[in-house]
T-cell receptor, first 113, second 108 residues
């Protein structure tokens, strides 16, 4: 089975722009979670999607949003980018929501200048 | 408040040594995850456990529910084990709360 894929792998954006990141889960996995990793804050949960519904959201401003499609692929969007949004964005998939092992993608490294 | 704390923050070892990384968490956890992150960012899930002990190769993870404590052990450590090890608690809200990570360096 192919692993979790994320596109793009690297991205440079300017402050004020918006960005969309994509995540394709392992085939058959229906839950996708998104995480942000920064040197200062470490890993933090952004949101989780299951069956096209957002099940939970972390403590991030409304500029961070996401969605999940019927094929379980997920996108996250960040509008009005700030310098502090520079981070590694990771998605992880699992078969279902709940206590299941998560399989992580390689991440998208976003740099905001 | 749901919290996960790890120790030590940094760990150096000689090849062959037995290594222990500790993780403590607040009440209410439904599962505890151990993750490994190599330079470059990729994260691999090592273990998910809610009780007892799990073993995979040279890696062993234990959890003590009463003490709210988990440990990750590496036997016969090798330089390729050098990575950041992260524990994360699942508080039954379908989101993980992460520890700050332990940076392990194993020297030949």
């Amino acid at each position: 089975k192919a692993g979790v894929t994320q596109t793009p792998r690297y991205l440079i954006k300017t402050r004020g722009q918006q960005v969309t990141l994509s995540c394709s889960p392992i085939s058959g996995h229906r839950s996708v979670s998104w995480y942000q990793q920064t040197p200062g804050q470490g890993l933090q949960f952004l949101f989780e999607y299951f069956s096209e519904t957002q099940r939970n959201k972390g403590n991030f401003p409304g500029r961070f949003s996401g969605r999940q499609f019927s094929n379980s692929r997920s996108e996250m969007n960040v509008s009005t980018l700030e310098l502090g949004d520079s981070a590694l964005y990771l998605c992880a998939s699992s078969p279902r929501t709940g206590d299941y092992e998560q399989y992580f993608g390689p991440g998208t490294r976003l740099t905001v200048t | 408040k749901n919290e996960v704390e790890q120790s030590p923050q940094n760990l150096t070892a000689q090849e062959g040594e037995f290594i222990t990384i500790n993780c403590s968490y607040s009440v209410g956890i439904s599962a505890l995850h151990w993750l490994q992150q190599h330079p470059g960012g990729g994260i691999v899930s090592l273990f998910m456990l809610s009780s007892g002990k799990k073993k995979h190769g040279r890696l062993i993870a234990t959890i003590n529910i009463q003490e709210k404590h988990s440990s990750l052990h590496i036997t016969a450590s090798h330089p390729r084990d050098s990575a950041v090890y992260i524990c994360a608690g699942d508080y039954n809200t379908d989101k993980l709360i992460f520890g700050t990570g332990t940076r392990l360096q194993v020297f030949p």
